[in-house]
């Protein structure tokens, strides 16, 4: 058994496997950045190592530091986890020549299926289904738009190189394709090194759906069943289950064993994800299911294996890279229950998603579900009880820093239950109960997709999150029961001249001047609280601050104080800066007039292109920057005048 392992990664998955290292009596390394000096993942290892500076390219991303840095604190092994260089056959074979372990996959398997174009054709000569398109070398776009017509509208183009969502275009009409296919090759081309595409038909109604396999050094290879990753924004997966909903055994079986076949036809050792694409227009049918790609590495999504099935995939892979078999047969694995993750990310859902970076001065996930009130089949609000148990992956602790340089995954929530019902009412507590200021996390989405009636009767698609617009909406603000609570508990230290009328022994009637997250309201303490208020809007008090929280939201109150105005607001058609970054397009000129939701330029940030639009119709009164500008958060990139 391996006595000694570094991890060649960071934050939650960093943790993770850390956890069961230490279970199994094995010593840690951790690597970092300058940007992860302090990190989590750091202060968990039993030794951790500097690498080099923030920029992925420049630690994470080079391994050399890595194989050096095992090297120096005498590992045996290296984890690379997902990411990074987690899927790079050039590392794994350097880590194996250099005498140390690859807790991985053979490096000619990730070959074999690193890239799509040819994994497909490997995966179709084996017998496995593959969805139509075009996967040959020829780039010309306009050649590229001739394959696109031929397949016919709309189609997918897809990194070959690609992984996360990044490098991924849904393309819906001949006019927008040239457009789409410069975007998915820059994108691609600055996150994989590879500007390389395929094209594929774009499956209508899609579910992502998705087969985790293992295989050992002993020629072993099972499925542990299979996963929905259906609901996704900007094509990365933000809420998985296990089982998938819907599936039936005839067409579990075939799809399994179709996993299976892809696995052993490239001899696969560790632990591999196979992923399909379903048209689930009629049901889910093995013969409308097609292989889209292997991920030749553990899955961010893993837990909701490890749920249902109750094995360690960690575990299994570090016991078969030490050379062990596989610890449990095909007829050993069942089903237990039904499993649910939600990525919690460090981002703003009302603000299309940008990643929120800073310093985490209050995070508090939760360690225990409630019963829940949930809409139900009458679209009306039930209280019931539910009968889920909770797992919390993260990286981060009170205090941490969400960082720019990376992914911004803040946390996993799992709820796992006897059935997905149950499952979903423990996700959608645990969602609520999230909280965290003032880096903004995408909590409140996630809360606004567990409780949409189409969620919970498994009406899926890889479409859903654009289908219901209403699970993100506009923060409105803390309730007048929020501002109650807030208001009784900042009254003894209260200034007392900010108080309206308030006087100890007088009848609960005065109302106090409270800021919350900057704002001015006022909390009432002649309201009456209900119940059950402070279980699913609970407060708590820091110092001289309330921290009020509900339904994925936290707001920061405090006593009023005054404030200047601030130079730029929402209202006035100031295009700020959401993030530091690269502007890389311009698409508008000073005095240009423009119309609402119009493109104005593109921001790119953590790999990542943001499009910037106009709030209203009017004209561009003042343009700050050109292509090639790195901006700070906040700084004004473009003010729109309003037409009259």
């Given amino acids: 058994m391996i006595r000694s392992l570094l991890i060649a990664n960071r934050g939650e998955i960093a943790c993770r496997i850390i956890r069961t290292a230490r279970a199994m009596g094995i010593r840690t390394v951790a690597v970092y950045s300058d940007a992860d000096a302090k990190a989590l993942h750091v202060r968990q290892a039993d030794e951790a190592v500097h ?30 986890g997902y990411g990074f260089l987690s899927e790079n056959a050039e590392f794994a074979q350097a880590v194996i020549d250099a ?22 054709q490997l995966m179709a000569a084996a017998g496995v289904p593959v969805t139509p398109g075009y996967m040959g070398e020829n780039q010309e776009p306009a050649f590229l738009a001739e394959r696109a017509a031929e397949i016919g509208y709309p189609v997918l183009i897809k990194a070959v190189a690609g992984g996360g969502g990044k490098g991924m275009r849904k393309v819906e009409a001949a006019a927008d394709f040239a457009d789409a296919l410069a975007s998915c090759q820059r994108e691609a081309l600055a996150s994989f090194g590879n500007a390389h595409v395929l094209i594929e038909k774009y499956i209508q109604r899609p579910r992502h759906i998705e087969v985790q396999v293992f295989g050992d050094t002993h020629g072993n290879v099972v499925h542990l069943f299979e996963r929905d990753c259906s609901l996704q924004r900007r094509h990365q997966k933000v809420i998985e289950e296990a089982p998938a909903p819907g599936m039936d055994e005839a067409t579990r079986e075939a799809l399994c064993a179709a996993a299976v076949s892809a696995a052993k036809a490239v001899d696969y050792v560790g632990a591999g994800t196979i992923e399909f694409i379903a048209d689930a227009s009629e049901g889910l049918r093995a013969d409308r299911i097609w292989f889209m790609e292997m991920n030749t590495r553990l899955q961010v999504e893993h837990p909701v294996t490890e749920m249902i099935t109750g094995v360690d995939l960690v575990e299994w892979q570090l016991r078969v890279a030490s050379g ?31 990643p929120s970076i800073g310093k985490l001065e209050y995070f508090r996930l939760p360690e225990k579900l409630e019963p829940y009130e949930y809409r139900g089949t009458d679209n ?50 645990a969602a609520s109960d999230v909280r965290c200021w003032p880096v903004k996390t995408n909590a409140s989405m996630l809360h606004g997709l567990l409780v949409e009636p189409d969620f919970y009767k498994a009406r899926l698609s890889t479409a859903f999150i654009e289908e219901h617009p209403n699970a993100v909406y506009e923060d409105e603000g803390p309730g007048q029961y929020a ?51 402070d279980i699913y809007f609970p407060s708590e008090r820091v110092g001289d601050v309330v921290y009020a929280s509900g339904a994925g939201r936290t707001r920061r109150i405090t006593v009023r104080e005054t404030r200047g105005a601030n130079t730029h607001h929402a209202g006035d058609g100031a295009i700020l800066a959401p993030m530091p970054g690269k502007v890389i397009a311009v698409e508008v000129a000073a005095g240009d007039t423009v119309t609402k939701g119009q493109k104005l330029l593109v921001l790119e940030a953590m790999k990542m292109e943001h499009a910037l639009t106009a709030p209203f119709d009017g004209t561009v009164a003042e343009l700050t920057v050109a292509v090639g500008s790195q901006v700070s958060v906040e700084a004004l990139l473009v003010r729109v005048e309003k037409a009259e």
């Fill in 51 to 80: 690498i080099g500076p923030s920029p992925a390219r420049e630690s994470y991303l080079v391994g050399e530091k890595i194989i050096a840095a095992a090297k120096a604190t005498g590992a045996e092994a290296i984890h690379p």
């Fill in 324 to 354: 062990e078999p596989l610890p449990r047969r095909q007829d050993q694995l069942r089903i237990n229950g039904h499993a649910i993750e939600a990525r919690l990310y460090a981002e703003d859902p009302t603000k299309g998603s940008l």
């Fill in 99 to 120: 005498g140390l372990i690859w807790v991985g996959p053979k490096p000619a398997s990730i070959t074999a299926m690193g890239l799509k174009d040819a994994a497909k």
């Fill in 483 to 533: 501002l109650t609570r807030a208001a009784e508990m900042l009254v003894s230290s209260a200034v007392p001249s900010r108080l309206q009328g308030f006087r100890l022994n007088a009848r609960r009637e005065s109302r106090v001047y409270l800021d919350a997250d900057g704002k001015p309201v006022e909390g009432d303490v002649a309201y009456e609280l209900p119940e059950m208020h």
């Fill in 380 to 429: 009306c609000w039930h209280w019931k009880e539910h009968d889920a148990r909770l797992r919390i992956d993260t990286g981060y602790e009170e205090g941490d820093e969400i960082s720019p340089f990376y992914d911004p995954m803040a946390a996993k929530l799992i709820a796992h239950a006897p059935d997905r019902l149950n499952a979903t009412l423990g996700l959608m507590n």
